[in-house]
């Protein structure tokens, strides 16, 4: 991953999750990939899809909380009380993530007893431009 997409990256993760202590860096471990850092912690992944000729990213967050307590765990984690978790119609496994009322990702279970979870978002290019 180019410098430039990491640095671009984590203006989007800033203002999509709220939050200016995110920071975005190349893998040490897989340099086309990326790792999400809010402190000195890692809290996620960034992976690049190219395969149908369009650029764009997978986000990808493991939650280590029930589905009770999501949303609180997202906006404690973040700083931002307005993320907001909306149940995805007749789906019981997943929920959407949102930001001040916009769709940002998709919250799902990682097991039958909905005792963890992964975030996922997806991130296209157009996504990444200069507002």
């Not at 989007?12 to 202590?21: A, E, I, K, V």
């Not at 997202?74 to 119609?89: C, P, Q, T, V, Y």
């Not at 909905?114 to 991130?123: G, K, M, N, R, Y």
């Amino acid at each position: 991953m180019e410098k430039v997409e990491l640095q671009k990256l984590q203006s989007f993760l800033r203002r999509s999750l709220g939050n200016d202590g995110i920071r975005v860096a190349a893998d040490p471990k897989n340099p086309d990939d990326a790792a999400v850092h809010l402190g000195e912690r890692k809290i996620a992944s960034i992976s690049v899809d190219d395969e149908d000729g369009d650029r764009s990213f997978a986000f990808e967050m493991k939650i280590p909380v029930g589905r009770e307590a999501l949303q609180s765990y997202l906006r404690k984690l973040f700083e931002n009380d307005r993320l907001s978790i909306a149940a995805r119609g007749r789906k019981t496994d997943s929920v959407e993530l949102n930001a001040n009322g916009e769709f940002l990702g998709v919250i799902s279970a990682d097991d039958a007893k909905l005792s963890s979870f992964t975030l996922q978002v997806a991130i296209l290019d157009f996504d990444l431009e200069e507002e």
